[in-house]
């Protein structure tokens, strides 16, 4: 596809097809990541489920993995609403969880994009096996790049290859630390060409430590994240976990991220568990106004 086909792509969006610009993103291309987004088609987004990079040890699509995921799709979402490819970077990010992932294609679909002029709120929802396994909102500003300086699109060209590693677990790399996880630098973890961290890859170190923090009783069922600063990628990331309520169905913990000046955090997130068994997702179809 390209843009001279009847079916185009919408102007804002970078490359000349959909999965172009994303393959070129390090920390996209690791997880198999691919797009679509051809004017009066839904704009979707989607991982590897078959790449053991994508997965957790139980052959499950991981959390962290779809946290990416929700990040880079929400992105997408923004560049319908573009009249050119234009740099953005993210402010904040929430996903909400239905139950565990499957394993199974995994999928992010944007349903809505409301702008304030340079700020953008993009909202999609998790797909597997076609029924909803999650909701993602993200808030992103335009016309910047990490650092909040004015910016361009990259010329990154080159396509990229998945990531041989064994989980996602294994990709992050992150070994314990004295109060959470600590993430050294890899090529595969840079989004923006500062070069920066993904956002997605910062929220899944910050959601790993988290749930390695955590009885194996509770199942995540919300994760926040604020991205406060650029957070280069050339520094180790090191994510502390501090418990703020624990309960018999329900804790709650922040995590935040720090390279080196705990003072100086470049992320802060929230993350609710609980111990409920999973039920049956519904969704319901309201009326609009």
């Excluded at 944007?110 to 929802?125: F, K, P």
């Amino acid at each position: 596809m390209s843009r001279h086909d009847p079916e185009q792509l919408y102007p804002g969006f970078p490359g000349s097809e959909p999965s172009e610009h994303i393959r070129t993103i390090p920390a996209c291309a690791a997880l198999g990541m691919r797009q679509r987004a051809t004017i009066g088609d839904p704009v979707l987004t989607s991982v590897d489920a078959a790449l053991p990079a994508v997965c957790d040890t139980d052959g499950r699509v991981s959390r962290g993995a779809a946290l990416v995921l929700a990040d880079q799709a929400t992105a997408g979402g923004v560049f319908t609403t573009l009249a050119r490819p234009t740099p953005m970077m993210t402010l904040d990010l929430r996903v909400d969880w239905f139950g565990p992932l499957p394993a199974a294609p995994l999928s992010c679909t944007i349903d809505e994009v409301t702008r304030e002029g340079d700020l953008a709120l993009s909202r999609g929802r998790l797909i597997a096996e076609g029924k909803p396994v999650g909701a993602a909102v993200a808030r992103y500003l335009i016309g910047s790049m990490p650092g909040g300086t004015p910016g361009r699109m990259d010329d990154r060209h080159d396509v990229l290859p998945p990531s041989p590693a064994a989980s996602f677990a294994d990709y992050l790399g992150a070994s314990a630390s004295l109060d959470g996880l600590t993430m050294e630098p890899q090529a595969e973890h840079v989004g923006a060409p500062l070069p920066a961290y993904h956002g997605g890859v910062i929220a899944g170190l910050l959601e790993q430590a988290g749930v390695a923090a955590i009885d194996p009783a509770f199942r995540p069922l919300d994760f926040e994240v604020r991205f406060l600063a650029p957070a280069l990628a050339t520094l180790p990331l090191i994510a502390r976990v501090v418990p703020r309520r624990t309960g018999r169905r329900a804790i709650t913990l922040d995590i935040d991220a720090h390279q080196g000046k705990p003072d100086r955090p470049v992320a802060i997130a929230r993350m609710l568990a609980i111990t409920d068994a999973v039920g049956e997702v519904q969704a319901y179809d309201l009326p609009r106004a």
